[in-house]
Every structure is written in C-alpha cells, then in structure tokens.
C-alpha cells in the first residue's frame, strides 16, 4: 500500500487458498494483458481464457507467459473442455493443454450433460497432474438444481480431486447461484455454507453488485470469479473498505459515527 491506514482487513498473500480473484480473459491482446498485470496483477490468481477464446486467440503462447512470469495461473474455460469432450477427444484436450504448459484446468458440464459419475473420473484422471477447479450449475437460463444436489456434487467433485468447484453464474451473473434479476438465491447460498467449507468454492461474481454482496456476507477473503480484467483494482478496493459500497463493512461502530 502506498499509505497505512488503521482497520483494513488483512488480505491472504499469493499463493492463496483463498480470497482468490479470477480474472476472465475474453480475447485481450498481448498489450492489454501486459497493462492489466501491471496495474493490477498482484490481486490476481487465475486468468480464466474464456469459453472457447483460446482455440482462436492470436499469441496463446506468448500471452500464456506472460500471466505465467506474473505468478497467475491460467487456464482454459470450462466451455472449451466440454467441446473436446462432446467430440470425444478427451486425449486431444489433455495433448492441447499441455502443449502450452498450463497447470490448472477446469472441468464444467454447463452446456452439455455429462453424467456425474463421468465427470468425476474426468477430474480424478486430470487431478494426477494438474490442479482441478470444476464448475457447478447449469448455464441455461430456468434450470433449478436442488440445494441438497449443489451440495452432493460440490462435495464428490472436492473428494474426486478438484481443488476448488465454482458455483456456475455465467459472464452475466443471472444463472447458477443468481436470478435472473442478478440477486443471489440466498437460500440456496446459506445452504451450500452450511455444508461445503467457504475456502473450497470460487463464487462466480462478473457484477460490482453481486461482489459487494459475497464481501459483506462471507468477508474480505471470500474466493471470486468471473472478473472483467479492469475490475480487479476495484475488486480489491471493495475487500478492504476501500470504496463506498463496503466502507463500513470492515471499520468499528465507534469510527462509523458522524464525524
């Protein structure tokens, strides 16, 4: 920081278990990308390459090394694994991975059905070498998944060797863990908490709203994805009290009074 300041949470540091910040990268270029860990990379855990970005990207490769000389880790979205796997190229996905060095991958089944069974044999066999996030929740608009279901598949996935499962929201926030109207299902939250440890679930939060939402529930260090790349300097300004919507969140009630 450039100034200390009394009250401010303390943050985890990288490498972090949690108060992870992932990052989605929809098509940045090289440039954008160097600016981005410049201003804001040390906030940054994952980039997530978003979708199916990274089968049409211009310089993967270089753009892969410079998140990987930044210490963020990078992987393909979830969107892209199910693409091989519809195909049946589990083999050709693993090959594609490897080919540009990562060391996380994410396992989703949002667009297509994978039996879950399936998908955690995916996770165990790609768990021996990589570290795992896996997603839950479907991406279609409607579909209601039962807490006790949210709850079951979170947990086999963390058992079958995901490092962390993601609660699905899309880029939009308005599926998965979200209305329609991008307020989050509060019941089905407060279940999911009660049942699954806070540090193993990366919330997917893309609106300031719903950001400030999971702060003020779960604290300064809850795991956030889904991040546009220039919100990961206010992201953090939000987990420390920073910016108006959680300036009291963190300060006493005697520094709260009217001044």
């Known amino acids: ?54 089968v049409i990207t211009k310089n993967l490769a270089e753009k892969i090394r410079l998140y990987r000389q930044a ?18 190229m589990f083999d050709e996905y693993c090959a594609f991975t490897e080919k540009f060095g990562l060391d996380s991958v994410e396992v989703s089944d949002g667009s297509i059905e994978i039996k879950h069974d399936k998908k955690c044999e995916y996770i165990s066999k790609l768990a021996k070498k990589y570290t795992v996030l896996s997603e839950v929740g ?12 949210w709850i079951k598949m979170m947990t086999k996935e963390l058992d079958s060797g995901s490092w962390k499962v993601i609660a ?36 997917e939060a893309p609106n300031k709203s719903q950001q400030v939402w999971w702060i003020k529930q779960l604290g300064a260090n809850v795991n956030l994805g889904n991040i546009a790349p220039q919100e ?28």
Do not use: C
């Not at 210490?71 to 049946?88: M, S």
């Open 168 to 203: 699905e929201a899309r880029e939009s926030g308005t599926v998965g863990i979200y209305r329609s109207s991008g307020h989050a299902h509060t019941s089905l939250v407060s279940k999911i908490t009660n049942s699954v440890k806070q540090e193993n679930i990366i919330w």
């Open 1 to 54: 920081m450039n100034v200390t300041l009394t009250n401010i949470p303390t943050r985890t540091k990288r490498p972090r278990k949690d108060g992870i910040t992932m990052v989605m990268d929809k098509g940045l270029s090289l440039r954008q990308a160097e600016d981005m860990i410049e201003s804001s990379g040390e906030f940054i855990d994952f980039v997530k390459l978003g979708f199916g970005t990274s």
């Open 138 to 149: 479907s991406k279609e608009a409607g579909v209601i998944i039962h807490p006790g279901m």
């Open 232 to 259: 990961a300097l206010a992201l953090e300004t939000l987990r420390l009290g920073l910016r108006g919507d959680t300036f009291f969140t963190f300060l006493p009630k005697e520094l709260s009074k009217k001044i």
């Open 71 to 88: 210490d963020i880790k990078t992987y393909f979205g979830g969107t892209l694994f199910e693409a091989f796997i519809v195909r049946g």
